[in-house]
């Protein structure tokens, strides 16, 4: 084991230990003193309220006068980009290469791959030649296929307080926190061996 390796081992175990110590608090506080522990709950907790997000990204942005407006400029780089994927998979994929980089029992997955990239770039290059011509013809399409999908409701239910978690965990506290106790004791004595354990014994690992 190289000595990065090693010190980023001990790092995330004294981290996991030092976890389990504060587990060790956390679970005798549920077992013996569960009203503190509510109290001390409440006091670090803060409320973030996202309103004010959540109305900026609950709103139509319309990018499709920009489009129409530049209609060839964009058109040319689907279309460029489009034909640049064509061409490498069509004249430059290499075969060999590929087969040295997935293993042999997934050589569907690179082929369907492949067939998902010729068949989204010719879509592309046709999609691209129209707006870079005449994209009037893509009008119709463009507003059948749009649909606005409100996320108010979705954005109201999480920006309000929830705390039926809470209430579950202190009104089973004694279970709990005999749960969290033992966990939290288990993880502390293996990781002490490991953490505290001799240079040579550490190096066997």
């Not at 030092?18 to 587990?23: E, N, Q």
């Not at 522990?37 to 309103?51: D, H, I």
């Not at 279309?79 to 980089?101: C, D, E, M």
């Not at 579950?168 to 004791?185: D, E, K, N, V």
């Amino acid at each position: 084991m190289n000595i990065l390796n090693q010190i980023l081992l001990q790092s995330s175990l004294m981290f996991f230990w030092s976890g389990s110590i504060v587990g060790i608090l956390v679970g005798a506080a549920m077992l013996l003193k569960p009203e503190q522990l509510m109290r001390l709950n409440q006091q670090v907790s803060r409320w973030v309220c996202t309103e004010k997000i959540a109305v900026q990204f609950d709103c139509r942005r319309r990018v499709e006068p920009f489009i129409y407006r530049h209609h060839r400029l964009m058109g040319a780089a689907v279309l460029i980009g489009a034909v640049f994927v064509l061409h490498t998979f069509l004249f430059r994929y290499n075969l060999r290469f590929i087969s040295t980089l997935i293993p042999k029992n997934y050589w569907w997955l690179s082929d369907a791959l492949v067939t998902m990239l010729l068949i989204g770039s010719v879509l592309a290059a046709l999609i691209g030649g129209i707006v870079l011509t005449k994209p009037s013809l893509l009008r119709d399409i463009e507003t059948s296929a749009n649909r606005w999908i409100c996320t108010e409701h979705v954005s109201s239910w999480i920006n309000s307080k929830h705390h039926f978690i809470e209430q579950f965990f202190f009104r089973y506290h004694r279970f709990f926190g005999a749960l969290i106790l033992t966990a939290s004791l288990y993880v502390l004595v293996v990781l002490r061996y490991y953490l505290f354990c001799g240079e040579g014994e550490w190096g066997n690992l």
